[in-house]
């Protein structure tokens, strides 16, 4: 049976190549995964592999011939039941008797004065196929030793490699799908310290003595009430407004993170705030997280893991998280008495969707958020 070998999409934005050199004359033997064809893009030379085992028939595209995506670069003699194989539209010209034409001479272009970029390679359908079905990237294959041909990954190397592992947990693929899906959008992050030591005294006033959590919680969600540009979600081509500012808070479970929903966070006093996150905070440890629905923000405290400063990725839904960090003493002058004190700081970062709102935007939400932590009576 005849096997197309088509050119396939590179990247989104090649919808064409060249051909630079065959690799393999017509009457070939060819093993599966083996470079056939060089091709030049916009952007890089590349190789097209064999599919499958078998005979090279026919080149369909001389050297300089510009080709689409998915036209056909040349095809192979397969066994019947070879995967993908399907019948050319015409049959290959073949010497009396049935044996195969005689080898063309190779082109004299030489290896070494084709450009190639670092990495670049065409990975064949059985390993898209296996990637595909893992879940896995092209990235992903840079972990795995290749045996093909010129040290190219195979579809056997993928499953050995795979053989060797163990399967990740539901929750831990759930995140990696989640962070995945995040990292699509252009992301930023902006910083500012923040002095802690007024918030550690009016915690003690208050019934339950909020966390820096729920401090945080309550801080953004006035400054959204204050001005609310960053509170939106791109859906589309179009910016929406949240009805109701709903905030989630990250808790670590087992394997991953849960992110519950407190609703209307700016209706509730630092009191209330506190009792409605531990409750959900409670619930989520104990896998009986009520509420994951949509949220326009989420409050993340990695100073409980002793980090003064982290990058933060927000939910694909959400459009920003806001972090602190731990706390810790730093110098500070004190004008009035002209000596060094030290007092009680940590780092709050907020990163953000680079598409609602530009740097200063960010910027000025952040130093509302700090104003309000610095004067705690105000919340």
């Known amino acids: 049976m005849r096997l197309a070998v088509k050119l396939p999409q590179f990247g989104e934005s090649a919808a064409e190549a060249t051909v630079m050199a065959w690799l393999v004359a017509p009457g070939s033997p060819i093993a599966a995964e083996q470079e056939l064809v060089e091709v030049q893009t916009e952007k890089s030379v590349l190789t097209v592999a064999a599919p499958s085992a078998g005979l090279l028939i026919e080149h369909c595209a001389a050297p300089g011939t510009k080709v689409s995506v998915g036209e056909v670069l040349a095809y192979l003699e397969v066994a019947?039941?070879?995967?993908?194989?399907?019948?050319?539209?015409q049959e290959a010209p073949r010497a009396a008797g049935g044996t195969a034409l005689p080898a063309v001479p190779r082109p004299a272009t030489p290896r070494h004065a084709v450009r190639r970029t670092p990495g670049a390679s065409f990975y064949s359908p059985r390993v898209r196929?296996?990637?595909?079905?893992?879940?896995?990237?092209?990235?992903?294959?840079?972990?795995?030793?290749?045996?093909?041909?010129?040290?190219?990954?195979?579809?056997e190397d993928i499953d050995r490699y795979l053989a060797e592992g163990s399967p990740m947990s539901p929750m831990r693929q759930?995140?990696?799908?989640?962070?995945?899906?995040?990292?699509?959008?252009?992301?930023?992050?902006?910083?500012?310290?923040?002095?802690?030591?007024?918030?550690v005294s009016h915690r003690r006033t208050?019934?339950?003595?909020?966390?820096?959590?729920?401090?945080?919680?309550?801080?953004?969600?006035?400054?959204?009430?204050?001005?609310?540009?960053?509170?939106?979600?791109?859906?589309g081509s179009r910016i929406n407004r949240p009805s109701s500012m709903d905030l989630a808070v990250a808790v670590e479970v087992d394997d991953g993170v849960?992110?519950?929903?407190?609703?209307?966070?700016?209706?509730?006093d630092l009191s209330s705030l506190t009792a409605a996150v531990e409750?959900?905070?409670?619930?989520?440890?104990?896998?009986?997280?009520?509420?994951?629905?949509?949220?326009v923000s989420t409050v993340t405290n990695y100073g409980t893991f002793g980090l003064a400063w982290a990058t933060a990725i927000p939910q694909p839904g959400q459009s920003m998280i806001l972090g602190i960090g731990a706390v810790?003493?730093?110098?500070?002058?004190?004008?009035?008495?002209?000596?060094?004190?030290?007092?009680?700081?940590?780092?709050?970062?907020?990163?953000f969707d680079h598409r609602i709102a530009d740097g200063g935007a960010a910027a000025r939400l952040l130093m509302r958020v700090a104003e309000l932590l610095e004067h705690p009576e105000r919340m």
């Open 174 to 199: 759930a995140v990696a799908a989640s962070m995945l899906r995040s990292w699509e959008r252009p992301l930023a992050t902006v910083a500012r310290p923040v002095r802690i030591d007024p918030l």
């Open 80 to 89: 019947d039941d070879a995967a993908g194989a399907e019948p050319s539209p």
């Open 258 to 268: 849960l992110t519950p929903v407190i609703r209307k966070v700016d209706s509730l």
């Open 206 to 235: 208050i019934s339950g003595r909020p966390s820096a959590t729920v401090y945080c919680l309550r801080a953004l969600a006035l400054a959204f009430k204050d001005d609310d540009r960053m509170a939106r979600r791109i859906v």
């Open 328 to 351: 810790r003493y730093v110098p500070d002058w004190n004008p009035a008495a002209k000596i060094w004190d030290r007092t009680r700081e940590a780092e709050l970062t907020l990163t």
């Open 129 to 155: 196929t296996r990637l595909d079905a893992h879940g896995m990237l092209p990235a992903d294959l840079a972990a795995i030793t290749g045996t093909g041909e010129g040290g190219r990954v195979t579809a």
């Open 279 to 295: 409750n959900a905070v409670e619930s989520a440890r104990k896998g009986r997280a009520a509420d994951l629905g949509e949220a």
